[in-house]
């Protein structure tokens, strides 16, 4: 099947700091990338779709100043969290979106990244 | 109408029993169908997919795909401990925008040894 990493999977930084958290497809192209947050015994919630050459799409109520995304090929999107404050702190997953046959879209979903802001 | 929905549980199975989990979805332009499990800690990982009426199996788990009825179903056979995990629908439709990707509110199953 088709492997996404995240990097780093966990950090823990001081109130006021950024954070860079890099996703990637190892196998295969994604124009297409998806970052999420969850929070303790929460849904998934979509913060915003990352399209490859072109501007995130961000999902009603989330910052764009304050999570900055970068898609820069086609195997690499990153979420920059500026500023980082402690209500922040959750696990943040990426995922990569995979055409096959049929014009069927698959999300595979990376490890996640548990941010911790003190 | 929320566009997927899942029961959130938590459904308590004992070991060895089927587990039955459903999904209904609101959008009848909706193409393919997938199911994602997820522990607790970690992201979620997919199980399998489905776009065509009828049944699809792999190994234990069993996919059920009713689009005239606009629900979608995982079968888990001969459950485990192990299988003790958050299941998540997901429902992938094209617009005119693309590819979209919605993801119901997931499903606690217990697996009780």
């Known amino acids: 099947g088709a492997v996404v990493s995240q990097h780093p999977s966990r950090v823990i930084c001081k109130s006021g700091t950024s954070v860079k958290i890099e996703c990637r497809s190892l196998?295969?192209?994604?124009?297409?990338m998806f970052w999420y947050r969850q929070f303790p015994k929460q849904s998934l919630m979509l913060m915003a779709t990352?399209?490859?050459?072109?501007?995130?799409t961000y999902e009603q109520g989330v910052e764009k100043d304050k999570f900055l995304i970068n898609h820069a090929s086609l195997t690499l999107s990153t979420l920059t969290v500026t500023s980082a404050h402690p209500e922040d702190s959750s696990f943040y997953i990426c995922s990569a979106r995979a055409t096959w046959g049929r014009g069927t879209d698959t999300q595979y979903f990376g490890p996640g990244t548990r941010l911790t802001v003190l | 109408q929320k566009e997927v929905e899942q029961n959130s549980g938590p459904l308590s199975v004992p070991e060895g029993a089927i587990a039955s989990l459903n999904c209904t979805y609101s959008?009848?332009?909706?193409?393919?169908f997938f199911w994602y499990r997820q522990y607790s800690g970690k992201s979620p990982e997919l199980i399998m997919f489905i776009y065509s009426n009828g049944d699809k199996e792999d190994g234990r788990f069993t996919a059920q795909l009713n689009k005239a009825s606009q629900y979608v179903s995982l079968l888990i056979r001969d459950s485990q401990p192990s299988d003790s995990a958050t299941y998540l629908c997901?429902?992938?439709?094209?617009?005119?925008?693309?590819?979209?990707?919605?993801f119901g509110p997931g499903t606690r199953l217990s697996v009780l040894p």
């Open positions: 997901a429902v992938n439709r094209r617009d005119n925008y693309g590819q979209n990707f919605v």
């Open positions: 990352s399209n490859e050459g072109s501007k995130a």
């Open positions: 959008d009848r332009g909706s193409q393919s």
């Open positions: 196998d295969f192209q994604a124009t297409t």
